[in-house]
């Protein structure tokens, strides 16, 4: 092969190579990438990036990319391309599954922090808003269970330690929402035929099926959740993973019913969280500067909050005043108040802000004195 040292063109050949990989061309290519003269960190990362991001996309072909990474590892040459460092391709691949694995049990701000920054800069209304976030979870959804398929491919070709799976269904089996389920349950039918001559996956099965059982579950996953059982009470006899339904629907649009309610409830609340955290700020900037119209200034050059969800805004405000002392919970209606005075906000808005927080059995639980509480708040304002 002529040498080639631009690493503008070996990552052209990385990505040529991994577009058209398959099951035919499998071993060819991954010589053509042993051959590649990939010798820094960067190079040796942005090749990773490349293999890496291929793989999630084509996720019918995940196993054949788990192959070729199960050939690199082992291939002293190349997994050890930087000399006198720790760093090797093992190393990196991890890491990228690891960092996306992360964020199916761990709250990402950073991306919601861009995506909503985006949405302010596009003035959108709160439909195409919801919209867009629906879009965004159903992308985000689709790459982590690409990855926890990944991952799963590789261990099955000894690509990584056995304690990293482990841990990773440990991880997800103190989890109940749906994506991590759904996670749990590709991660069991890939790994359990091996698994289990080693270690009892019983209680990790009987957390699938608890969550069957006590919580409201798309038709998709509960399908997912009985097929592992099947396994389980086989003896973990080796079967083919199921497709995940981004294997049929590319777009949020194409969804049944079913599965858009499940997305437009999760977005809801990623809306509501958002508006919770700025409240947060908006409430102790008055608190500490006692300037109403500093504030005002602020929630009008930012009125994403407001605007998008006025009744949500007042329940977020009603909820951080609750955790803290009466003197903040003066303030809180104050501001209230104000911000009624100042047109920004209606006084329907407050009534039903209000209304939701005294009816909200939850919160009644978490708050016994609660109307005592909301009366530091409400005795602020008419309404």
Known sequence: MEQINDSVEILNIVRSIVYHLNITNLANMTRKIIALPINN?????EVTDIIYDRALQRQNYTHVYADMCASLINDSKFNKLITN???????????????????????????LDKLKQIM???NLEQQMFISALNSYQFEFSKKVISNCRFISELY???????KIILSYITDLSYE??????????IILQLTGPILSKAYDLN??????????DNYDLSSTLKCLLFKVQKMHSEGWIKEESNKYIGNIYTKFSE??????????????????????????????????????DQVIRLLKMNKFLIRYDPITFVVSMILVALEENQNIRNYAGKLLDNIVKKKLLSNHSIRSGVNKVLNDLGIKEEYPN?????????????V
């Open 370 to 382: 609660l109307s005592n509480l909301m009366l530091d708040i409400t005795s602020q304002f008419k």
């Open 255 to 292: 969804l049944p019913k079913e599965m858009k309610n499940m997305y437009t409830l999760k977005s809801y609340n990623i809306m509501a969280l958002l508006i919770y955290d700025e409240c947060y700020d908006v409430l102790f900037d008055f608190v500490d500067n006692k300037k109403i």
């Open 41 to 45: 960190i960067k190079l040796l990362e």
């Open 85 to 111: 460092t720790e760093i090797s391709f093992q190393k990196v691949l991890l890491k990228k599954c690891s960092d996306v694995f992360r964020t199916l049990t761990k709250h990402n701000p950073r991306e």
């Open 176 to 185: 109940n929402e749906e994506l991590q389920l759904y996670c749990l349950c």
């Open 203 to 212: 209680d990790v099965v009987e957390t699938l099926l608890f969550a069957k």
């Open 120 to 122: 302010q800069n596009k």
């Open 156 to 162: 099955r070709k000894g690509a990584i330690p056995e």
